[in-house]
């Protein structure tokens, strides 16, 4: 196919530098945004005269011809040699349309009509993003529900430290992911502005209505200085970032979870869907869907460091460095979608072990904490309270036994302000239930409160699903 720039040069293109400097390999993928804005800008051209409402017309049917032959066959991509998806539609509506064909790039660069492309192509991005987000927060508040109330070890420093209910293992996520759609919508926002009007770098010489030309295109405005138009690509870098940090996310539920599948603690069960063997040892059964998920963020948060180093001390306007914008953005994309999809069927074919969380929570003077507590409402100062709950736990450790196990005669010693309780008392003082229901405040891990955080979620996220286009 004809380059779109052969008048001024007399020598052809080595081939090699042609393969380096073709982006149609993987532009390919903005063809329906790159005649969408064709579309609108052969029209934006009519109605500043350039050209006749019918030449318009005309081109809009001929840009239509080639979207449906794409459509009907997309390796008529593949197999062309056009330099990017801007010379291949052009070109391929020239041998339909003929000479009508070489109006359509008046008053336009290809500048502004990539910049318009993907801009397009990032706002519907974003809302598949957005989709594949949801479902991922279902599936977590669908696995919350009946496990609202199930106590299991809770950590930090990965040291057991108090109970919490799986329930609220599953929400924190939930609220994690939650951020990471704000964050999608807000890019969203600050990307809603239509570059196409900018021309080369110093705006179109011919009187379109940009403002006009940006809401046919569904862009919330058009932006307002051509030089920052043609060279923005801070909407790249946003959703980049944006999905590295939905992924760094994922990654630390997979790394929970690759810890809780494991025998040492033997929380969870996942679904042989999403499992792998090896090729040696016959019993392994190993989380290599959350090993993936847990790796793939690297990829993508690589992928936002090598944009954001394409971008730093870019002179104005437009320089071909940003063509690389596209494949990190295609990938980081196509990366965290695919990352989404896995965590929601992981997600969905994921089976707590009642019995094992609820044994576990029990274990490793996990109700120490409420020990102290116990004092403290009996009048003891905090720090006394910290001390002697801790003396205690020494002494049952040096037993072998839990706080609640330890005889009465030495517990009534160690604990002389609980003398009052009789045993069958303290133990229920110190039961996981007890321990759990006291953290009723918002935010905390009791069942009543992880209920209803369930059904707050649930109505929220249905609502969601039904307002997302
Ligand atoms: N393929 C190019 C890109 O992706 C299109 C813009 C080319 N503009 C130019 N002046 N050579 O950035």
């Known amino acids: ?45 009519a109605k500043a005269n350039v050209l006749t409402a019918a030449e318009a017309r005309e081109l809009e049917t001929g840009l239509r011809s080639v979207a449906a032959e794409i459509e009907r066959d997309p390796s008529v991509l593949a197999r062309s040699d056009a330099e990017d998806v801007h010379s291949f539609v052009e070109g391929r509506l020239k041998e339909l349309v003929g000479d009508l064909a070489k109006k359509l790039h008046t008053g336009r660069s290809r500048n502004d009509q990539v910049a318009t492309d993907l801009k397009l192509w990032t706002k519907g991005a974003v809302q598949a993003l957005e989709r594949a987000l949801l479902d991922v927060q279902r599936a977590l508040v669908e696995l919350a529900e009946p496990n609202a109330a199930l106590a299991m070890p809770g950590y930090t420093h990965l040291q057991r430290a108090q109970p919490i209910t799986v329930g609220h293992h599953l929400l924190a996520y939930v609220e994690m992911l939650e951020r990471d759609r704000t964050r999608f919508v807000d890019l969203l926002a600050r990307c809603d502005a239509s570059p196409l009007g900018s021309g080369a770098l110093a705006g179109t010489a011919f009187p379109v209505d940009r403002a006009a030309l940006a809401t046919s295109l569904g862009f919330a405005r058009a932006t307002r200085n051509s030089l920052d138009a043609v060279s923005d690509r801070d909407h790249v870098a946003e959703l980049l970032f944006a999905c590295s940090l939905a992924l760094v996310h994922l ?71 940003l063509q690389e914008d596209k494949e990190a953005l ?37 109700n120490a904490t409420d020990l102290a507590d116990l004092l403290v409402r009996s009048g003891v100062p905090f720090r006394v309270a910290h001390e002697r709950a801790g003396e205690t736990v020494r002494a049952a450790l040096e037993r072998g036994v839990e706080i ?17 309780l009789t045993a069958a008392e303290f133990r229920r003082e110190l039961s996981v239930e007890a321990v759990l229901a006291r953290r009723g405040v918002l935010g905390g891990t009791a069942p009543a409160r992880v209920e209803a955080e369930v059904r707050l979620w649930k109505t929220e996220l249905a609502f969601r699903a039904d307002t997302a286009s």
């Not at 001024?8 to 081939?15: H, K, L, M």
């Not at 019993?283 to 394409?310: F, H, I, Y």
């Not at 196509?334 to 969380?357: G, P």
């Open 251 to 321: 990654s630390r539920l997979a790394e929970d979870w690759i810890f809780f599948t494991s025998q040492e603690a033997g929380f969870l069960h996942l679904s042989d869907a999403v499992a792998t063997g090896s090729s040696l040892m016959p019993q392994k059964k190993n989380p290599d869907s959350l090993e993936l998920l847990r790796g793939k963020c690297g990829r993508v948060a690589g992928r936002l460091s090598g944009m954001l180093t394409t971008m730093k001390g870019l002179p104005l306007a437009y320089d071909k460095d």
């Open 404 to 420: 609640e196990d330890l005889p009465e005669a030495t517990r009534k010693e160690l604990l002389p302000e609980l003398a009052k």
């Open 1 to 45: 196919m004809k380059k779109l720039w052969g008048g001024r040069f007399e020598g052809a293109i080595d081939p090699r530098f042609d393969a380096f400097n073709r982006s149609l390999p993987f532009d390919q993928r903005m063809w329906r945004e790159d005649v969408q804005g064709s579309i609108a800008w052969a029209h934006a051209l």
């Open 330 to 366: 295609f990938d980081g994309v196509d990366t965290t979608r695919a990352c989404l999809e896995v965590a929601a069927i992981v997600v969905r074919n994921a089976r707590f072990d009642a019995d094992r969380c609820a044994s576990e929570a029990k274990k490793g003077y996990l």
